[in-house]
């Protein structure tokens, strides 16, 4: 069952966004690591793909930590984000303001051999 974000209380809605996090990267979020667990964001004027991030990532410390790199505050190098199915960098920045409707995702990258 999707769960909601805590969205601030004074702001002002715009839509909502959906945010479906996958396999490994689901246990950063109380996930088992092989299925996916989807959110819910209530959207505010002006929210980016940076701030529905770091919204979501608040809640979840293990998230947080492994999605942000804590030197320079930028993503991390191993869970990829997708916004509308689009690798992040593609159609949209950390910085692109979301719309009602769109989706997040995040996805965890497989490194080895």
């Known amino acids: 069952m999707p769960e909601e974000v805590q969205q601030p209380p ?19 979020v109380g996930g088992d690591g092989s299925t996916r667990k989807v959110y819910h964001d209530v959207l505010a004027e002006g929210d980016t793909v940076r701030t529905v991030l770091r919204r979501l990532s608040k809640g979840f410390p293990q998230l947080h930590k492994a999605l942000w790199d804590a030197t320079t505050g930028d993503l991390g190098e ?19 303001p979301l719309q009602d409707g769109d989706t997040i995702a995040l996805i965890g990258q497989y490194l080895g051999g």
Do not use: C, M, P, R
């Open 10 to 28: 004074s702001a002002a809605t715009t839509g909502e966004v959906e945010i479906e996090v996958v396999a490994w990267v689901t246990k950063f």
């Open 78 to 96: 191993h869970i990829e984000v997708l916004v509308n199915d689009a690798v992040l960098g593609i159609s949209h920045t950390l910085d692109s």
